[in-house]
């Protein structure tokens, strides 16, 4: 918890500062010091600023995923908070920022996940099935279903389980126990 601590963010804030002073100096100022400070926002729960810091750094590199992913989810985090001014803009925001991440990513199976985890986080779990389905491989796209793990790369193989296990407690959470015994059989055991 180095990041969440007084100094830390007293210290990125002050070097962000210093690039803001001259337009000259901003522009050598990495997005690197602005993620690494919208992060340490984020770890002290401080999401207004961690977005303008997330924006500072998207401003510099807009094609960047992991902006677009930090951007987001700083979002995300901002409409669940109580004292947020207009919920639905930030989850519009927030999910804006997160299919752009999805295409920097070229529909990989981890920006899907994100994108799951995103709207089940925000209780909208009929939304996330498809994008957890999609890691799973249950969208029929070439005429075969993959439903095992077992010879695919390490991290195909705990996204998949991930996604299975969240979408088993979904499935148990609305009184379908077979669905979720099954997904927990084919891909978590």
Do not use: W
Not at 70 to 78: E, F, K, M, P, W
Not at 178 to 185: G, I, T, V
């Amino acid at each position: 918890m180095a990041f969440g601590c007084s100094a830390s963010l007293k210290y990125f804030k002050r070097v962000s500062e210093i690039g803001e002073q001259s337009k000259k100096q901003d522009s050598r100022v990495s997005p690197v010091l602005y993620s690494t400070l919208g992060g340490t926002f984020e770890v002290a729960r401080t999401h207004r600023g961690a977005i303008s810091a997330y924006l500072r750094a998207y401003n510099k590199a807009p094609d960047d995923p992991m902006i677009n992913l930090a951007l987001g989810i700083a979002h995300i985090h901002r409409a669940m908070q109580r004292q947020t001014e207009n919920r639905h803009l930030q989850v519009v925001q927030g999910f804006t920022f997160l299919f752009r991440y999805r295409d920097l990513r070229s529909y990989n199976l981890e920006s899907s996940f994100n994108i799951a985890r995103a709207f089940h986080h925000i209780g909208l779990s009929h939304l996330a099935i498809p994008f957890y389905e999609e890691v799973l491989g249950l969208h029929v796209t070439d005429g075969r279903r993959k439903m095992s793990v077992i010879g695919l790369p390490e991290e195909e193989q705990s996204l998949k389980r991930e996604a299975a296990y969240n979408l088993s407690m979904f499935y148990m959470s609305v009184g379908s126990t077979f669905l979720a015994e099954k997904l927990l059989r084919d891909y978590c055991t």
